[in-house]
Nanobody, 123 residues
Framework: QVQLVESGGGLVQPGGSLRLSCAAS????????IAWYRQAPGRERESVAC????????ASAGSVKGRFTISGDSAKNTVYLQMNSLKPEDTAVYYC????????????????WGQGTQVTVSS
């Protein structure tokens, strides 16, 4: 049924950029909200950004605001996370998550998770 598959992670130098993709299947992107979470070693999982394409709403964490941009392509049923000006503290496993749309913001009540993709920022 519902599947989320992340891709685009890898090793990048500080100041560099990566674009993560979350390919969704089993549902329409417009009927769910999508979020990017990340979990660094020894840290709790945290929300990075989220989007509701239906409502045209996005949100992002203060730690990434101005550097990361979340976007969606309904035709491809894919959500992206463009990450610029990467810092070593951005190193984490990044997860795509989906769920019902929460009123007033672009974030989901998470019911499904992807497997994650590793992002490592290091020189």
């Amino acid at each position: 049924q519902v599947q989320l598959v992340e891709s685009g992670g890898g090793l990048v130098q500080p100041g560099g950029s990566l674009r993560l993709s979350c390919a969704a299947s089993g549902f329409s992107l417009d009927d769910y909200a999508i979020a990017w979470y990340r979990q660094a070693p020894g840290r709790e999982r945290e929300s990075v950004a989220c989007i509701s394409t239906r409502d045209g709403i996005t949100a992002s964490a203060g730690s990434v605001k101005g550097r990361f941009t979340i976007s969606g392509d309904s035709a491809k049923n894919t959500v992206y996370l463009q990450m610029n000006s990467l810092k070593p503290e951005d190193t984490a496993v990044y997860y795509c998550a989906a769920g019902g749309i929460l009123y007033g913001n672009g974030c989901p009540s998470v019911s499904h998770w992807g497997q994650g993709t590793q992002v490592t920022v290091s020189s």
